[in-house]
């Protein structure tokens, strides 16, 4: 009679234990909460630490064809494509911009400015794209 209690207690300690290790799981995929402790593995190395409480966010997928090239999201380099990258905004953030930069010649710099809500899933850049060049005659025309 003494190994139901035990096997009882057992069994209440795995359901403790899951139940613990459930949040842990949903906190790392989409929408990252940084508030309840939770770090995702194996994407970035944390990217809680630089995701303000509060801030809205998306894992994105950035590409770039047919080479890669140098990623900076709002000024700040955040690694080669293809990457998988945190984008996140505040409720006073009107836009985000993400910028590829080539790694060789004969490449023109691209860049996107998202206007959030929401944040994509996937950006893609097309490295062979010609650069946007401001002509001062056409404002004159």
Not at 32 to 37: A, F, N, Q, T
Not at 52 to 58: C, I, K, L, R, Y
Not at 115 to 137: G, I, Q, S
């Amino acid at each position: 009679m003494t190994a139901a209690p035990s096997s009882t207690l057992a069994i209440a300690m795995t359901l403790a234990a899951l139940t613990s290790v459930i949040p842990l799981v949903g906190c790392a995929t989409r929408n990252l909460d940084c508030s309840s402790g939770a770090r995702p593995s194996a994407i970035e190395p944390d990217p809680c630490r630089y995701i303000p409480a509060g801030a809205s966010n998306e894992l994105v997928e950035i590409g770039s064809s047919p080479t890669s090239a140098a990623i900076y999201v709002d000024g700040i380099y955040v690694g080669k494509t293809p990457i998988k990258h945190y984008l996140w905004f505040l409720s006073t953030t009107r836009a985000v911009t993400v910028v590829a930069v080539p790694l060789y010649p004969g490449q023109a710099r691209q860049e996107q400015r998202l206007r959030v809500p929401p944040l994509p899933r996937r950006l893609t850049f097309f490295m062979n794209n010609p650069a946007r060049t401001a002509d001062p005659d056409a404002a004159a025309r």
